[in-house]
């Protein structure tokens, strides 16, 4: 799945495709949590930390820095999480594609994500998220 976005030919600001590295990319979430969701994965569709080339790990880790610092610089949150779920049992929904998710968070926001219908209300359009997030994306 992720990696027919990466690969699908759509301009970056269609896609929602934030980065491109060699062997990893990042992309918001089409279901955020919070404004700027941001994913980061290996281009290459693997289900484990354990899976990945020496080269997929260090630039999957260094592009989840700059993620997390471009959502710092975007959106002044009061932390960041940063996390992965490995496994259908650990809660990942596309187990075949690892995938880390890098989250605003704000002091008193309760740590709960509300859904209606299966529908989130955040304050800006992905649109606006990636275009945020594109201007302070680090060099």
Same mark, same amino acid.
Request: charged share 15%; aromatic share 8%.
């Given at each position: 799945?992720?990696?027919?976005?990466?690969?699908?030919?759509?301009?970056?600001?269609?896609?929602?495709?934030?980065?491109?590295?060699?062997?990893?990319?990042?992309?918001?979430?089409?279901?955020?949590?919070?404004?700027?969701?941001?994913?980061?994965?290996?281009?290459?569709?693997?289900?484990?930390?354990?899976?990945? !080339?020496?080269?997929?790990? &260090?630039?999957?880790?260094?592009? %989840?820095?700059?993620?997390?610092? #471009?959502?710092?610089? @975007?959106? +002044?949150?009061?932390?960041?999480?940063?996390?992965?779920?490995?496994?259908?049992?650990?809660?990942?929904?596309?187990?075949?594609?690892?995938?880390?998710?890098?989250?605003?968070?704000?002091?008193?926001? !309760?740590?709960?994500?509300? &859904?209606?219908?299966?529908?989130? %209300?955040?304050?800006?359009?992905? #649109?606006?998220?990636? @275009?945020? +997030?594109?201007?302070?994306?680090?060099?």
């Amino acid at each position: 799945m992720f990696s027919a976005v990466e690969q699908s030919g759509l301009p970056d600001e269609e896609s929602f495709v934030l980065h491109r590295g060699s062997t990893a990319f990042a992309m918001l979430n089409i279901y955020p949590y919070t404004s700027g969701h941001t994913m980061v994965m290996p281009k290459r569709p693997v289900g484990s930390l354990a899976d990945l !080339t020496d080269a997929e790990h &260090a630039e999957l880790w260094s592009m %989840v820095r700059d993620a997390v610092a #471009a959502i710092e610089a @975007a959106y +002044l949150p009061g932390g960041v999480n940063v996390g992965l779920n490995q496994g259908r049992a650990a809660g990942a929904g596309i187990p075949e594609h690892l995938h880390v998710h890098c989250v605003a968070r704000w002091t008193g926001d !309760t740590n709960f994500m509300t &859904a209606t219908a299966g529908v989130r %209300v955040l304050p800006e359009a992905l #649109a606006e998220s990636w @275009a945020k +997030l594109r201007e302070h994306w680090p060099a």
